[in-house]
């Protein structure tokens, strides 16, 4: 595997894992428990952004449910053709939901980020 890729995979689960941690909660019982990722696939690069070589941007805001899924995906991209990826990607990401008081509970308000790039090599 690329050894790119693989840097850009760790970033985007350390980006993610610091997106689930920030809160305004304050755990003052054993029966707090934050939102914590379970299933986190990076979202495919298009065909269609390789061939026309763009490189991009995807910001999206999602909430947890009780169950741990994502709902309310709402993504912002620099170019259209990475809106899908990006949501099918964050559509497929599971999580262990927040516990507040001993029951599951919606996290709202989760934010993180694609960098979509390729890798160009240049041949002389």
Partial sequence: MNSWFKL???LLATLLMSACAATNDSPNSVDYQNA???SIPTPAYPAAATHRN???QCDVEFDIDP???TQNIMVSCDHEVFVQPAREAIENWRYNPRIRNGEA???NGVVTSFD???LAIELY
Avoid: A, K
Wanted: no cysteine; net charge positive; charged share 10%.
């Fill in 8 to 10: 850009t995979v760790v």
């Fill in 36 to 38: 914590s990722p379970i």
């Fill in 54 to 56: 763009l490189h991009g």
């Fill in 67 to 69: 169950q741990g899924q």
């Fill in 105 to 107: 509970t919606w996290r």
């Fill in 116 to 118: 979509f790039r390729t």
